[in-house]
């Protein structure tokens, strides 16, 4: 099992195209380090010479004052409190090739996107009150790699993808197969965000995502030169 990687690791080290997080040796790295370090605090307790937690409560309520409004009603991945990186990480790594780290600042970059950009800074400073399994702060810099890693990776899935479809690897049937299985994962990704799909839209995408595949099979087809669909009948035929 790996980690919540530092912010000023090196995120992109990869091998083999995947990416390949090493382990953190910060105390604050992982979350049942942060549990035992809390619980820790609790047994021997929190008071100031005085035997007083005044201070520390007034310390705790500035700290909250100063956190932004949107951050404090930031409703997604409510679903996962609780959750510890390393299971969301294992999770994503055996059905996708982004990593939990990625997912999770991706999102954030698309809900905190402004007029003028992204507000990293923001999401940086704020990480772990917006994310449940995430453990620490990142820089502006950690979080805008993240976000070009998160990019980068769809792009070339996207691109192994759609070869494998246009290269007649894969009969009609097989991609309808193989899009349904991966839309499952990615609708699956979306309700832990906090999405609400109703059957009626769940359905409709399907239907939608399987007639473009159908198309892009049927053309790619064409480009190949390998057999050609009559427009009137259907009939499938070698050129």
């Known amino acids: ?87 969301v ?36 400073k704020n990480l772990p009150r917006l994310i449940p399994f995430m453990t620490d702060t990142y820089t502006p810099q950690a979080v805008n790699q993240a976000r070009s890693s998160f990019e980068g990776k769809v792009k070339q899935s996207g691109a192994t993808f759609l070869y494998g479809a246009m290269c007649g690897f894969f009969t009609a049937e097989e991609l309808d197969e193989m899009m349904y299985e991966v839309t499952e994962v990615a609708k699956f990704l979306l309700e832990v965000e906090g999405v609400d799909l109703s059957v009626e839209d769940e359905l409709e995408a399907e239907d939608r995502i399987s007639r473009v595949m159908r198309e892009v099979r049927k053309e790619s087809a064409q480009l190949r030169s390998e057999e050609v669909e009559c427009p009137e009948c259907g009939h499938v035929h070698e050129p």
């Open 1 to 87: 099992m790996t980690d919540d990687p530092a912010p000023t690791a090196d995120f992109d080290d990869e091998t083999a195209g995947t990416e390949r997080e090493t382990e953190s040796t910060e105390p604050n790295e992982r979350p049942e380090q942060v549990t035992k370090s809390a619980e820790s605090s609790e047994s021997t307790g929190s008071t100031d010479s005085t035997g007083s937690t005044d201070s520390t409560d007034s310390l705790d309520q500035d700290i909250a004052d100063e956190v932004p409004e949107d951050v404090r009603k930031y409703e997604r991945f409510k679903k996962m409190d609780g959750a510890q990186y390393d299971r």
């Open 89 to 124: 990480n294992s999770f994503l790594r055996e059905r996708t090739y982004i990593t939990a780290r990625e997912w999770a600042i991706a999102r954030l970059c698309a809900d905190f996107r402004t007029e003028t950009g992204v507000e990293m800074t923001k999401i940086g």
